[in-house]
């Protein structure tokens, strides 16, 4: 059995995985529900100056039959009092003194994020998170987002926080940004312990069509919403990949977006998280899928013999660079397994319409299939014109079958080149240039 | 009588048409003999556009309502889903078919429209069964004005006098003859060609006509008792049910019917569900040979129908001018292929009501009295190009039963589209455009059509993919 403890930027807890701030972190019976389900650390919603909220918070994005793809919310930061947050963060550090609990906090001046880190100290957090992320309500408030998104305040307010924290610091990063490394650096040059991201994205999901509002709505009106769920993981990994790759960043990663299951949080650790936060999913499902994303890990690491989070973080950080630096000279083509190809015919459709024209119907004669599975006589079969093919993936991408196509490598006999390299011998006119694609 | 096949609930088919993979150019297309895109109707059902699926499916066949609680999707369209090959159960699209149909049906919505534009050309229409509102949809959506002339007092041919009431009310049947009349087709009831009005009359005031028969009364055993008040033709008892209200139907307590097919199996369990204390069916052959649908057969067992096999009638037992029962004799199959009835085996089976399924007459007689020169094949159905429907007679085409000697309705509507096209073509030298996906390079790469021309049947291909693995393995076939 793998070492799933952790100990990131100094806070210690007994696995990565860590219930994010936001509606499923808002009271201490939240959180000794999520601690008894296995989860290793909560980091509290966001304590501040309390707030109002409206009726009609969240929204969703389905696709097909399946529910909240991509989740958005406009639910503030905690509308309970400071008192009560503290208060109940103490009691749940005493009862569960080896998990770690975050406080998340959002201040308006100097004197307040010294109080309110102060408070946190009292309490027994074991860290605080510093909240620049939220796209909503905050941002207008000279908060949240407001803050992330200019890294120069950003930098400004957490080194206040600095100035008094005993214990760690993670600093929250908007996504709504053009360069997320920009925030990370100016995280890291004002002294704090770690990052997490990505806070939510600026979305709308809906409009009605016959009212003409989108949701969540709010008497006829509506706002930008943070955006979540399974539809952000792509774009949270790239942030995060980012920011891992970034000599200049260098500090601990707490990743969050879109982490359903152990899956999703393992490609985060690969990327160089050292924990990770999820928060739609128990939205949608509850605490309790902690329990297979802790025993996923852990069988994954075994299979892996690596026996530490440790082991596995950041291992993919590398193998992520700038398009420039690619291989031109190497190639793949789809395959199709006419064993297991079930004959609906849309790797044809999806090339020939959106990719490359490279895929025949041709009769199963002419192939000298016989009749089998997905066969019906005289009905034409998927067949790629490799000599064509330029490896797209696009037709192993809308396969419904399991492995029926596969991309698979064809030696070019070709030294690998990149485009920088290509642009040289150009230059220097070791090779004229290829000729187009016809 | 409550519907054997139940409607979806909303989020049922919502779900349901979700599931559908949306194949291009799908097997199921190719296993519609009327050739319906299903994958995009059910496309537009998984969208929330059913007005859009009842008119997709509508189009292709003006009987989808009927046809989607009647066809045997089993073998047909549903046999032929890619989900199979996934180990999944294929998509429910006969049930799919009937929400789409049902929705437009329950809110009075229309979904063809006449065309704006008359060729001014005439068409003959004979029959108004499924062949023939299957020829004369498809015409008067091409334009042309069409007639159609039937014998009966309502319209709609077996689909409103044949079908098993737990399958279709006949009501749903008058509605589609009702679809057809609103997009401009004349039916005339109670109009008998060949009594009331000449082939020759039609040759003369229409520029083409349309056979569409069906079949005639159903085939005589010819055996002693034959006669007696209580046996029935199956077609003639459904009919009643669909004539009369429920309770005036008069039913045995111990039903016998005769037969091995569908037909036998459909009076087998209306007779259960009027009913009937006992019902059996006697069949001449083995289980194996019965041409019943297996699906039909297992639901008839799942009714308590009893079988017996290898049995066949000799005589009806007369007891005072009604029948008590049927004497039977035990049969096998001889090793040159010919049943032989097994000397001594003889038994009675008693009984209080016999119905008939031993099939129908053709109509060789009717087609000769209309067109004496029509070619009539030694099956005894009229000799027809297969996919235009076209005849020795110019101008005059044929479809449905009376051509093909008896198929599912789905082939009746498909073949009367086929004879519309070929119409169309005869008289105009113009292609009617076809229910075919397009693609880039026609027949030699792309969608290779649908089932209107050369519907496949899964079972058929059960059986090609069988015979081919026998043949891998040597010529021995696996159980």
Known sequence: MADLSINFAGIRSPNPFWVASGPPSNTAYQAHRAFESGWGGVVWKTIGTPIVNVSSRYSALDIGRQRMVGFNNIELISDRSP????????????????????????????????????????????????????????????????????????????????????????????????????????????????????????????????????????????????????????????????????????????????ISNWRDAAEFMAFGAGTVQACTAIMHHGFRIVDDMIEGLNAYLDEKKMRSVDDLCGRAVANVTTWEKLDLNYQRVARINHDTCIGCNLCYIACEDGAHQCIDLLHPDSLGLDLGPGRVPNKHVPKVREADCVGCNLCSLVCPVDKCITMVEIPSGKSPMSWNEYQAKVASAEMKPLPPHP | MADIQLPMRPMEAHVEANRCLYCFDAPCIHACPTGIDVPAFIRKIADGNEIGAAKKILEANILGASCARICPTKVLCEGACVLHDRDEKPIEIGRLQ?????????????????????????????????????????????????????????????????????????????????????????????????????????????????????????????????????????????????TNPLHQIPIGNQVVVIGGGNTAIDA????????????????????????????????????????????????????????????????????????????????????????????????????????????????????????????????????????????????????????????????????????????????????????????????????????????????????
């Open chain 1, 83 to 258: 008192e009560v947050n503290f208060q109940e963060i103490a009691e749940v550090k005493k009862r569960w003194p080896n998990h770690a609990v975050i406080a998340s906090l959002m201040c308006e001046s100097r004197e307040q994020w010294h109080e309110f880190v102060r408070r946190s100290h009292d309490a027994g957090a074991d860290g605080i998170e510093l909240n620049y992320g939220c796209p909503h309500g905050m941002c207008e408030r000279g908060m949240g987002s407001a803050v992330g998104q200019q890294p120069l305040v950003a930098e400004r307010i957490t080194g206040w926080v600095m100035e008094v924290a005993k214990i760690p610091v993670i600093v929250k990063l908007t996504p709504n940004i053009t360069d997320i490394t920009a925030a990370a650096r100016a995280a890291k040059r004002a002294g704090a312990n770690a990052i997490s991201l990505i806070n939510t994205i600026n979305s709308i999901t809906n409009v009605n069509l016959d009212t003409f509002a989108s949701e969540p709505t709010v008497r006829g009106m509506s706002s930008h919403a943070g955006y979540c769920g399974p539809a952000v993981k792509p774009i949270a990994l790239n942030m995060v990949q980012s920011c891992a790759a970034d000599p200049e960043v260098r500090m601990p990663i707490s990743g969050i977006g879109g």
């Open chain 2, 98 to 242: 009937r929400h789409a149909t049902d929705f437009v049906n329950e809110r009075g919505i229309h979904v063809l429209k006449p065309p704006q534009k008359k060729n001014g050309k005439r068409v003959a229409v004979v029959g108004s069964g499924p062949a023939g509102l299957g020829c004369a949809a498809e015409l008067a959506q091409l334009g042309y004005e069409v007639t159609i002339f039937e014998k009966s007092k309502l319209p709609g041919g077996l689909n409103t006098y044949g079908i098993a009431y737990y399958k279709l009310k006949p009501q749903l049947s008058l509605e589609e003859a009702e679809l057809v009349q609103d997009l401009g087709v004349e039916i005339r009831c109670g109009v008998e060609v060949g009594r009331d009005i000449s082939g020759a009359d039609l040759q003369r005031d229409f520029n083409a006509v349309f056979l569409g028969l069906g079949l005639g009364n159903g085939n005589q055993l010819g055996i002693p008792g034959e006669k007696l008040p209580e046996i029935l033709d199956a077609l003639e008892f459904i009919e009643q049910i669909h």
């Open chain 2, 268 to 479: 087998a369990m209306q007779s259960v569900r009027l009913g009937a204390k006992r019902v059996t069916i006697v069949y001449r052959r083995s289980e194996a040979e019965m041409s019943a649908y297996e699906f039909e057969f297992e639901k008839a067992k799942n009714d308590s129908v009893h079988f017996l096999f290898n049995a066949v009638p000799i005589a009806f037992v007369d007891v005072e001018g009604h029948v008590a029962g049927i004497r039977l004799g035990r049969t096998h199959t001889a090793k040159s292929g010919k049943l032989e009835m097994i000397a001594g085996s003889e038994l009675t089976e008693e009984c209080d009501m016999i119905l008939k399924a031993v099939g129908q007459e053709k109509q060789a007689d009717i087609l000769r009295t209309i067109f004496p020169s029509l070619q009539i094949g030694a099956d005894g159905v009229a000799v027809r190009d297969s996919l235009t429907g076209a005849t020795n007679i110019a101008h005059v085409f044929v479809g449905g039963d009376c051509a093909n000697g008896g198929r599912e309705v789905v082939n009746a509507v498909g073949e009367g589209k086929n004879a519309a096209h070929g119409i169309h073509t005869f008289l105009t030298g113009e292609r009617a455009s076809l229910p075919t996906q397009p693609s880039r390079l026609g027949v030699a790469s792309g969608a290779s059509g649908c089932g209107l021309h050369h519907p496949i049947r899964a079972h058929e291909l059960e059986e090609q993919w069988k015979r081919a693995r026998a043949a891998e393995d040597g010529g021995v076939t696996r159980g």
